[in-house]
């Protein structure tokens, strides 16, 4: 039978034992033996003794082998009892594991009473292994590689074989490994089956794939071992050994003079036997002619160098170009560098093919000039072109023309010249671009263009005039000699005819009364007032012709007539805008603030009109008369009118202290007469800010006193207190008095252009004081003129 190796039975130590009676054996193979035989019996009155005899078993050491095949039992050995007379009374008994369907023995038990002679004893039966299992390589077969050129002994792979029998008991499970197809490449280790490299400089390019068969043998090889087999893929891998070369060393290629610039004009393809990275090319040209007219590149998918044209051919120029081509690998192994050079060179010849070409300009663009308002037919300027081929074909010019554009120039179409054909303007148009074509006269189909610029030259032939368009403010304050505005002019011409301009007024008219004019001889000038004052109600619009001229060649100028404005300017600010204008242009309320306004109007205009609404509805009246209201009120401790009791004296009158003696009645009784002010005129010379002295703060006080006590003695009235406010105005104040009182009559002498400085709040006082002053002076003038006259 077939054992497996891990349950095989261990060396059998078949011992022989006298074990007591009821023993039971517990080993595999154990086996056990009773023998028996028959006693004498005595009297059953008598006790029955038991005596032990001696044990005198003949054995030898038992083995079974297994895989037993054969119609017969297998003769395992034999046991004999020294009891056993040989008389054919005792027999054998065979127990445990396997007795009976396994093992078998011949009976030894005492025939005549049936009883065993000895006790059971133990035999363990060891089953021998055979070899019968054959090496095996479970994962087989296998794929490995090695790179080329690797040296002698060089690991590769390691191949295992398994063997069923068993490996302590005799060669049956000893494997050693031989290679039976793959020599002289591969070797391989008896005894770990590790697989090396046996030749050495193994070529991928000679050699890629290896089938190596490797055999596992049993029986430590000898002769009756069984074996098995199995196959390993070996692959070298490539290495940087392969420079590349370049099939043969010179080329031609044919190119016309027509290719165009940057495109491939020809290839070039060196070889590398290696493979991958190890056969990238870079190609490139060693001369520098060739280089200089063209370049090589490397096409990755194929590994050729394509050469592309860096300039223009030119058959008559050049008719041939020699390139000296070098190609080399881009990755290098240091091993191999005792190979030599990893690159190869090789020599292209490119022929330049004559091809029939379009004419060719002298330049590559033209710029003219020609001077605005020049004749009609005027020349600009020329353009040549010539056949660049060897006939040398005559040359024909033409200007293209758009639709959309006016023709200002026409061409001569044999001699290339360009002259004018309308009248041109600088200020409208100062550059004009046209495209002139050549073509050859034997072959008008061979066309060329070039790009012409016509610069428009100036001349002085527009006049300057002033810049400002709007209305100039005069304010009414504004003094002699004051600048009211700075004036400029412009002009259409180039910089060089309108570079400075003059202004003045027109010549052959009166002097103007009212202005005058100042050239800063810096292309500007100044309006400046000639009189003090203006006024808007007397005058309110000015109008002020104005010559100004340019300095070009000829000289050229025009007159503008200005509009001034007199407007009662803001004081305290630079703007120069009419105070209506000023409140407009303040208040900057945009729509919407225009709108939130409106709709504030509109809320109280509901609301009032609600209220309205109300009142009559409740039948109130709108308004409630007075006597309404003091028909309802009960008054105690009843007051004087205050300030509104105008009725009860006559206020005017104190302030007048030099009336208070003369006024002594009640606003309340009818007076016969009121006496007028007496009015005194101020010292001639400059006005003092306080015109009061103290003597007349004195009198007020006495009089207010006076007039106090007379009210208190006074039983004629009924008993009310009177109220009273004095106008009068104190030292003490900063601006100083300007009251009037006490001056009226004759003509001042005294010098009012001070108030000009007193600030706004004096601004109408110092008008009106202008006003009488320049009245006066104008009377003056006017008489000094006519005593003159």
Sequence with gaps: MKVNPSSCLCPVLLCLCFLERGYEASHYGQAKVISRSHNATHNHTETEVHHRPKRG??????????????????????????????????????????????????????????KPLEPESEFIIKVQDINDNAPKFPDGPFVTSVPEMSEVGTSVFQVTATDADDPTYGNSARVVYSVLHGQPYFSVDPKTGIIRTALADMDREAREHYSVVIQAKDMAGQVGGLSGSTTVNITLTDINDNPPKFPQKNYQVFVPESAQVGKPVGKIKANDEDIGINAEIKYSILNPEGAGMFSISTDKDTREGVITLRKPLNYEKKKQYSLHIAAENTHLDPRFSYLGSFKDDATLKITVGDVDEPPVFSMDYYIMEVYENAKVGTEVGAVTARDPDSKNSPVRYFIERREDKEVYFDIESISGVIRTTQLLDREDTPWHNITVMATEEDNPSLQSHVPVTVQVLDVNDNPPKISTEDEIIICESTRAGQVIQTITAVDKDDFANGKGFSFSFPGGVPANPNFTIKDNEDSTASIIARRRRFHRLTQELYELPVVVWDDGEPVLSSTSTLTLRVCSCQRGTRLKICQGEAFLSSAGLSTGALIAILLCVLILLAIVILFITLRRSKKEPLIISEEDIRENVVTYDDEGGGEEDTEAFDIIALRNPAAAEELKFRRDVRPECIRPWSSRRPARGRLSPSSLDVDEEMDVREFIKQRVGEADQDTSVPPYDSLQTYAYEGQGSPAGSISSLGSAGVHSELDYNSLDDWGPKFEKIAELYGEEVETASESTEKAESEKQT
């Design 57 to 114: 078993w003949i054995w030898n050491q038992f083995f079974v082998l297994e895989e037993h095949i054969g119609p017969d039992a297998q003769y395992v050995g034999k046991l004999h009892s020294n009891s056993d007379k040989g008389d054919g009374s005792v027999r054998y008994i065979l127990s445990g594991e396997g007795a009976g369907s396994i093992f078998i023995i011949n009976e030894a038990i005492d025939r005549n009473n049936n």
